[in-house]
């Protein structure tokens, strides 16, 4: 059982910044592939930044590259999502996720087996 917590969300104007910060339970979070998602009222949760269990693979959506950048702290089983220049488009209830059934290092994109329960990004105009 991977137990994830998110925090860091908050109302933000545009233009500005926030971090995001995911702790997980679990004695192997060094070999878990960890990602971000996003939903926004009314549209179906889409994938923000993803991060291999090394961290030295990263993938991110193309709404948000350039802008956001995933990371990850294996001793303290926590993962991040630094978000810069922020848009109102941003604004969304965001979930960080773990994949646990990897057996090589790689960035996945679906298929993650736990998820947070959100913490809310607010970007206003």
């Known amino acids: 059982q991977v137990r994830l917590a998110e925090s860091g969300g908050g109302l933000v104007q545009a233009g500005g910044s926030l971090r995001l910060s995911c702790a997980a339970s679990?004695?192997?979070?060094?070999?878990?592939?960890m990602g971000w998602f996003r939903q926004a009222p009314g549209k179906e949760r889409e994938f923000v930044a993803a991060?291999?269990?090394?961290?030295?693979?990263?993938y991110y959506a193309d709404s948000v590259k350039g802008r956001f950048t995933i990371s990850r702290d294996n001793a303290k089983n926590t993962v991040y999502l630094q978000m810069n220049s922020l848009k109102p488009e941003d604004t969304a209830l965001y979930y960080c996720?773990?994949?646990?059934?990897?057996?090589?290092?790689?960035?996945?994109?679906?298929?993650?087996?736990?998820w947070g329960q959100g913490t809310q990004v607010t970007v206003s105009s």
């Open positions: 996720a773990a994949r646990t059934d990897l057996s090589a290092d790689y960035v996945p994109l679906y298929d993650y087996d736990y």
């Open positions: 679990g004695r192997t979070f060094s070999k878990y592939a």
């Open positions: 991060i291999s269990w090394s961290a030295l693979n990263t």
